[in-house]
Nanobody, 122 residues
Framework: VQLVESGGGLVRAGNSLSLSCAAT????????MGWYRQAPGKQRELVAT???????TYVDSVKGRFTISSDRGKNTAYLQMNSLRPEDTAAYYC?????????????????WGQGTQVTVSS
C-alpha cells in the first residue's frame, strides 16, 4: 500500500493550488487522512484532517482558506488551498490511518506520502 501525492508547485501569493493523495494497493478501509507540512528548519505541522465520516479539523492558520475533502470510492483525499501566503511554503505530506492487506494479514497502520513541494512567492 502506498500513498501517492500529486499537485503542488509554485504560485504567487493570493492564488490557489490543489493537492491530492491516493491510497493505492489492497486497502480495506481508511479511518483518517491528513495533510502535514514542513518548512525548512521547522517541525512538521498538522494542517488538516478528515475522518471516515467526513469530520474535519484545521490548524488555525489555514482556517477559511484551505479545505480538506475525500472521495472514499477512490481512497483519495484532497487539499484545496486558496488565498495562499508565502508562509504556506513547505513540503506537504499526506498521512493515512488505514487497514490494508499484507500477504495473508490484515493490518491497521499509518502510511505517509512522498511529499510534494508548495512554494508561494510574494
Amino acid at each position: 500500500v502506498q500513498l501517492v501525492e500529486s499537485g503542488g508547485g509554485l504560485v504567487r501569493a493570493g492564488n490557489s493550488l490543489s493537492l491530492s493523495c491516493a491510497a493505492t494497493g489492497s486497502v480495506y478501509s481508511i479511518n483518517l487522512m491528513g495533510w502535514y507540512r514542513q518548512a525548512p528548519g521547522k517541525q512538521r505541522e498538522l494542517v488538516a484532517t478528515i475522518t471516515s465520516d467526513n469530520r474535519t479539523t484545521y490548524v488555525d492558520s489555514v482556517k477559511g482558506r484551505f479545505t480538506i475533502s475525500s472521495d472514499r470510492g477512490k481512497n483519495t483525499a484532497y487539499l484545496q488551498m486558496n488565498s495562499l501566503r508565502p508562509e504556506d511554503t513547505a513540503a506537504y505530506y499526506c498521512h493515512a490511518d488505514l487497514e490494508y492487506s499484507s500477504g495473508t494479514y490484515r493490518i491497521r497502520g499509518g502510511k505517509w506520502g512522498q511529499g510534494t513541494q508548495v512554494t508561494v512567492s510574494s
